[in-house]
């Protein structure tokens, strides 16, 4: 059974004023996640990415189909049994929304003494808590006397205290510089693998997925409109919204004036290589090409660490005779794929 | 020097009296207004307990009480006040007026505080599994406690006013004995003596409030 599964999901939103029109915000949208992966959802602003997450929770009632966690039909629960169900369910903020009111210590409590947990317990939790994202020392600070890093560490000791089972992160990210979106990407990490905790990461930024997501899936108007691995969605996107994306991190093959502004600042015959992990690298593409004599250079493109696994997509401009040419690309061996780039 | 030590007794007696009419209308128009208040801000569109009925009601009954200059007010709640606490005159009746308009005041003091509170960490609470009334409580209550202790501070002040013309329904106090036997007898020293001792105990109110919301607020 899926963590989390949703079935032809709908959520439309009535319009605040008779002129307005109805906002179908999240459309037939079915997905399953499954328990101890790191899901993201990516689509521009818009999109209908934190409805979904919404949704998935109970925030927010669907309009239309089916939420489950864990085979439980959340969409259909009366508010009492939903909120204990939501006890069971942890979400990160953007903006971190902690209680102002309350000290670091008391914020990371507050979900435990909304499960009942004892007083003993519940400063025991904490403490390990706040451990473990490494703010033992500023258990007795306010919020704002505390980085944007600091504050989204607290946050995320916030949503483990009552055992989550599945940690829901909307943009999580986005208000942190980027040295500390790594720090925060990590931790989700941590949670992920070292407690077992589910997580689903709301993003529009391609670095976030290729660092922490094993699959994810692309949303665009309120439909998702491909999912599948983390590797094969940047290595294959399939719709121009998932391509868009991905060009973000993964630079793109020249087309157009850019290819021709290369070939006239580089002779020879241009050839797209590509190639994923197994063993293949940019060495031995470069070392045949090396070895026949053949005279080449790098015009376009670089190699990406897509989760821990390798993408290249380069580009190369060749001179040499056409016999050599095409012997040393022949040595080049398995997992490597070159296509001359066409005019 | 003399003259004064001669009022100095009867000054005592009425300040006490008008601490004692602002204290008890504070009391209970403090509380009203704060579940009045909260009330208007928890039923509105979009609310925790969205219930817009009851929001046009309770809104509707505040906007038509709440801007009535009090000495009509007072005048004209003088059978409710017969009704609730047995007497149209005196300080009980003037207690009695003096709340409900302070039900009034404080309850729209209360509604905009709270409004200002971060809708985020209301979501975040209900993320939470947390229910309505524990919201209420520990999320929107604890973190507009800062502006509402300046709110508050605030309506002690009105409160002061409004205890000023208590005598109109023979009640005393500090305002009343000021009018009374300042005013109208020209006798200056009185009128003088009464405002300074007003005037004191407004500022002390509004320093404790100052010193109260900056706790609060840590800054
Ligand atoms: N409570 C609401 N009432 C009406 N419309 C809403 C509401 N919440 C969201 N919408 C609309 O639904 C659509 C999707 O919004 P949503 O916030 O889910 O997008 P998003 O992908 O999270 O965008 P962003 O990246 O900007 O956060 C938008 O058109 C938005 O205006
Ligand atoms: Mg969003």
């Known amino acids: 059974m899926p963590h989390v599964r949703l079935d032809e999901v709908t959520k439309v939103f009535r319009p605040r004023s008779r002129r307005d029109s109805p906002v179908t915000a999240v459309d037939r949208v079915s997905l399953d996640i499954e328990r101890g992966e790191v899901f993201a959802v990516i689509g521009y602003s818009g999109a209908g990415k934190s409805t979904l997450v919404r949704l998935i929770n109970g925030l927010e009632p669907v309009t239309s189909g089916v939420v489950e966690i864990d085979g439980v039909p959340i969409s259909a629960l009366p508010a009492r049994a939903l909120r204990r169900q939501q006890q069971g369910i942890g979400m990160i903020f953007q903006r971190f929304h902690l209680l102002r009111s309350r000290t670091v210590a008391k914020n990371v409590a507050y979900p435990l003494e909304v499960v009942g947990t004892p007083r003993a317990e519940r400063e025991a ?42 940690l829901l992160a909307d943009e999580a990210t986005s208000a942190l510089d980027p040295e500390t979106t790594a720090e925060v990407l990590d931790l989700l990490g941590r949670v992920n693998r070292e407690l077992g905790v589910t997580v689903v990461v709301i993003t529009h930024e391609m670095e976030v997925v290729a660092q922490v997501a094993d699959r994810v ?17 940047f290595t294959a996107p399939q719709t121009p919204t998932a391509q868009r994306f991905v060009r973000t991190v993964v630079r793109a093959l020249p087309e157009g004036e850019e290819l021709a502004a290369l070939r006239a600042a580089h002779e ?16 031995r593409v470069f070392g045949a090409l090396a070895r026949a004599g053949v005279d080449f250079n790098l015009v376009h493109g670089g190699v990406d660490d897509i989760r821990g696994r390798v993408y290249g997509l380069l580009t190369i401009a060749v001179r040499g005779p ?17 296509t001359e780039t066409g005019r | 020097m003399s003259e004064l030590l001669e009022i100095a007794p ?14 008890l209308g504070m009391l209970i128009g403090g509380a009203g207004g704060l579940v009045v208040g909260t009330g208007l801000y928890v039923t509105r569109h979009g609310g925790i307990l969205a219930q817009p009925v009851l929001f046009w009601l309770l ?17 004209a709640i003088q059978p409710l006040a017969r009704l609730v606490v047995g007497t149209g005159i005196g300080n009980p009746a003037a207690i009695f007026a003096i709340s409900l308009a302070a039900t009034f005041g404080i309850a729209r003091i209360v509604e905009q505080n709270l409004v ?23 999320v929107v209550l604890p973190e507009a406690l800062g502006p509402l202790v300046l709110g508050y501070t605030f309506a002690v002040i009105a409160v002061v006013d409004m205890s000023a013309v208590a005598g109109l329904l023979g009640g005393t106090g500090l305002g ?24 004191v105990i407004v500022q002390l109110v509004q320093l404790l409030g100052n010193v109260l919301a900056r706790r609060v607020l840590r800054r």
Do not use: C
Not at chain 1, 143 to 148: A, V
Not at chain 2, 15 to 22: A, E, F, K, R, S
Not at chain 2, 187 to 198: E, G
């Open chain 1, 125 to 166: 939790r904490v403490a390990e808590l706040l451990e473990f994202v490494g703010l033992a020392q500023k258990a007795a600070a306010y919020p704002e006397q505390l980085s944007g890093g600091q504050q989204q560490r607290v946050g995320i000791a916030r949503a483990l205290a009552a055992k989550p089972s599945l």
């Open chain 1, 217 to 233: 899936a692309v949303m665009d108007a309120g439909r998702v409109v491909e999912h599948g691995s983390t590797y094969e969605v």
């Open chain 1, 268 to 283: 020879g015959r241009f050839f797209t290589i590509s190639f994923s992990d197994a063993g293949a690298s940019e060495a």
């Open chain 1, 322 to 338: 056409e016999e050599a040419v095409a012997a040393a690309l022949a040595q080049v061996g398995p997992g490597v794929q070159i």
């Open chain 2, 10 to 23: 009867e000054l005592a007696v009425q300040t006490g009296i008008m601490l004692q009419i602002v204290g």
């Open chain 2, 59 to 75: 809104n509707l009954v505040v906007n038509t009480f709440r801007p009535i200059p009090f000495i009509i007010f007072m005048a």
């Open chain 2, 116 to 138: 200002s509170v971060d809708p985020g960490v209301i979501e975040a609470a209900r993320a939470m599994g947390a229910g309505p009334w524990r919201i209420i409580r520990t």
């Open chain 2, 176 to 199: 009343n004995y000021a009018i009374t036997y300042g005013y109208r007898q020209f006798d200056d020293l009185i009128t003088w003596s009464a405002l300074v001792v007003i005037v």
